[in-house]
């Protein structure tokens, strides 16, 4: 299978320098740089040295990928951050368990053998909190539903209803993947710490979000496909 690697990007000027060229061409088939509008310099940087950059239409880290998977050829698409929280040696491991056939493989911060350099008290116990709401109510088995360093089929994908445009993106697609009973599996993997930018996700508005995201799922029945 064919795999495209999605580098979400939104004013990392600090850090693409630092974590794109860690990450071998030879690793995936295609990488496109997901642009949510940066005015810092960034999309400039990607392309002056040679990625593909796609400017979103609409902001949002969902919107993004809605965007992306429109273009892309890979049959795999990996969500990547360009903030410095991805380790880029993972993903030959991610790249490696999709093609075991899974529908999805969460690289994971909290499973045995991962470990993070950037949690805070309030953001592991909030991953803690909603990855157990994430396994009760639709049945899943995550250690780490949140986070956004994974990799899907595109076909499983588009089999499903996931519609959220902005960090929550990620754990909708947790949701619906193990309400719909496809193949999940994590990997460990180590976050870095970010550098430089100002992070996305403030906890209590990400919170709420996330809160209104699982109730919205908790009632939306899976679709149906002739």
Known sequence: MKTTLAILTLNEVESVPLVL???RKEWV???IVVDGGSTDGTIEW????GFRVLVQKKSG?????RECMEIASGDVIMEFMSDGNCDPAAIPALVAKANEGYDLVIASRYCAGGGSRDDTPVTRLG?????????ILFGGSYTDA?????????????T???DEDGLTFPTQTSAQ????GLRIAEIPTHEPRRIGGVRKAKNFRTGLALLRMIVKEMFRPLPTHS
């Open 46 to 49: 990607c392309r002056e040295h």
């Open 29 to 31: 088939d295609e990488i």
């Open 61 to 65: 880290y969902g919107q993004g990928m």
């Open 146 to 158: 949140m986070n956004g360093f994974r990799a899907y089929r595109k076909d499983s994908f588009f």
């Open 160 to 162: 499903l209803s996931i």
């Open 21 to 23: 060229p860690k990450i």
């Open 177 to 180: 993947f193990a309400k719909a």
């Open 127 to 135: 991953n803690w909190i909603f990855t157990t709401l994430i396994n």
